[in-house]
Structures are given as C-alpha cells and as structure tokens.
T-cell receptor
Framework: DSGVTQTPKHLITATGQRVTLRCSPR?????VYWYQQSLDQGLQFLIQ???????AKGNILERFSAQQFPDLHSELNLSSLELGDSALYFC?????????FGPGTRLLVL | GQQVMQIPQYQHVQEGEDFTTYCNSS?????IQWYKQRPGGHPVFLIQ?????EVKKQKRLTFQFGEAKKNSSLHITATQTTDVGTYFC???????????FGKGITLSVRP
C-alpha cells in the first residue's frame, strides 16, 4: 500500500460525458501528479500540482483539467469524453524524488 | 526534454534464467529511476541512480548507471515467477518534478 488513494477504481461512461477522478496523496506529500496509461502510449504525464498550484503540464488535452485543494487532495476532470480516453489514470505523490502511485482509476468510455 | 527508450517491449524467460534489460538515452541523464508494475497493479519505485557508473543491488536485482550517464541496466539473477511484471525506467528533471517514462519491458517467466 503506497498511501495514495484514488476513487473510483472503475468508471464506465458514454462518449460526450464528463467524469471526475479523485486522488488523496500520502500524508505530508505536497506534490501530486496525474498520469495516463494506455496500451499504445505507455505512461504519459498529464499534470502536476505542488501545494495547491499548478507546477507542470504535460500532454494534457484541453478537455481535461485538474486542481489541488487546500487539504492537498486533487481531482482530475475529464469532459466531452471520447472512446480514445479509455485508459488507466494514475495519481502519484512525492516527497522529493520518489513517486508513490495510487491504485489507479480504470476508465472505459463506451 | 530528456527521453528514455526501452527495447524490446516484451521478453519471455524460463524460470531460473538470468534477465537483463536496458534503458537508453541520446542525452546525458541527471538521474534514472526504475519502477515495477505487476499485472493489474500500479508502478512501484525500485531504485534511483544518480552517479556515473553507480551500481546498486536489491537481492537478485542489480541496477547500473552507465559511465556516460546515457544508459542504465537492470539485471535479474535466477528469475522467479514473482519477477513477472513491467519494468519501467524513468527520468526526473529534479526533485518534485514529473517523470518521463520509457515504454517499459514486460517480463514473463515460464515456470
């Protein structure tokens, strides 16, 4: 158990819909990262927050957004969903160099 | 930015055989990290290498950072079925910074 929690574990939705994925980092970790894992693209960095502020952006689509709240939990919002958004979404937190990954949310868009 | 490559993406070995995989970059890396993801699981940090030529061991796993800091290797001695999973190398641009992952190598072990 990494100490990072993510909800929900599984999500099935339809194209065009909007979903919110939630992540709680390890106690004391200020950095939260979101990654997307698909079979063809591997692990892709989406976005990072540090102590409530956006620190880095990766290959995140404009339809996707995220935020980190004062209690340091983070949410990833995915809207206007397409079939290609089906993937495993991981959240990770870090205490510096090591990243600790949550169990992931498996999203299936039908 | 720093990119890392892992080839091949899949490897099958007989239990008890040794296994070696590589992570390569065209540029000098400041560090390299290795993660393992079991089937159905999430990536788990294994090790970080920072110094040129650095070698670190974890039981049957040996990690090495190249002298030129452009490649890294992971060697597993006498593989076991518990070694199955995908091994990723990754590079961080600094502390509290994003990781850029290689595509990973998925290891299967025949009992």
């Amino acid at each position: 158990d990494s100490g990072v929690t993510q909800t929900p574990k599984h999500l099935i939705t339809a194209t065009g819909q909007r979903v919110t994925l939630r992540c709680s980092p390890r106690s004391g970790d200020l950095s939260v990262y979101w990654y997307q894992q698909s079979l063809d693209q591997g692990l892709q960095f989406l976005i990072q927050y540090y102590n409530g502020e956006e620190r880095a952006k990766g290959n995140i689509l404009e339809r996707f957004s995220a935020q980190q709240f004062p209690d340091l939990h983070s949410e990833l919002n995915l809207s206007s969903l397409e079939l290609g958004d089906s993937a495993l979404y991981f959240c990770a937190s870090s205490d510096g160099w090591t990243q600790y990954f949550g169990p992931g949310t498996r999203l299936l868009v039908l | 930015g720093q990119q890392v490559m892992q080839i091949p993406q899949y490897q099958h070995v007989q239990e008890g055989e040794d296994f070696t995989t590589y992570c390569n970059s065209s540029t000098t890396l400041s560090n390299i990290q290795w993660y393992k993801q079991r089937p159905g699981g999430h990536p788990v940090f294994l090790i970080q290498l920072v110094k040129s030529g650095e070698v670190k061991k974890q039981k049957r796993l040996t990690f090495q950072f190249g002298e030129a800091k452009k490649n890294s290797s992971l060697h597993i001695t006498a593989t076991q079925t518990t070694d199955v999973g995908t091994y990723f190398c990754a590079v961080a641009t600094g502390a509290n910074s994003k990781l850029t992952f290689g595509k990973g190598i998925t290891l299967s072990v025949r009992p």
